[in-house]
């Protein structure tokens, strides 16, 4: 008996399906992207927070660059309330007022334009004037306004013996009484000016007029400010020596105008400046 081997048919090769790994992936990373834009979308916080996490958790294992993206919610800007509004219309003539009150250091806080500090100028000169008929000074001191300020001119003779940079025991009294007139709400400031003749001197204390015009500026000024009620910081002394002249030198009386001190006070506005 015979028997025949049957041959086994051979199968076709088995079909290569290595390309499914990557199709899922891609598959996989699709759904996960349009997760995201549609939680992106609903711009929900909470939402975006637990699905970053699952996110990163499924595919990372971990934490991820999702895990600190969430979105913020654009913050809406408050609108001021009537009552806010109405106490800031209220507040900024305070703030304004007070700004120009520095401006022009008034400590009541009023502002003072360049007219009314004129005006203010003229009412001290007039006071001042009222003062010189009082005392019978007219020969001896005048005033002048001009746009330095106002300027009380003390002539020679009535404050000084010559060559000398005292002021006399007669003239005291006389400039402790200007002082007075020099008082003002605020303060202002003022230069004391002493001016001579082209005579030279020839002491030994005063070698050049310089010497001389400065002395008796800066002694007149120490008799102003014995008067608490004048601030010293306001005050300046200077000497001019023969350099300022008013008048001709050629004359006795020319020379005797030259010889003077001057008191400036100053406008505010050039305080300011």
Known sequence: MVFKLKRKKKHD??????WLIPYADILTLLLALFIVLYAASEVNSQKFKEISNSFNNELQGGTGVLE????VEPMEPEEPTTESADSMELAEPDAVE???SELTGDSTGAVMSAEEDFEALAEQQKK???YIEEKGLSARLETELTAKGLILKIKDGILYSPGNATVTADAVTLVEEISELLITNPARDIFIEGHTDNVPTNSAEFPSNWE???A???NFMKILLKNDELEPQKFSATGYGEYRPIAPNDTVKGRANNRRVEVLISPYEQQDD
């Open 216 to 218: 008796r500026a800066i």
């Open 98 to 100: 007070a700004e120009d």
């Open 212 to 214: 001389l015009s400065a």
């Open 128 to 130: 001042i004037e009222s």
């Open 13 to 18: 090769e088995h079909v290569d399906e290595s």
């Open 68 to 71: 600190y993206q969430t979105p």
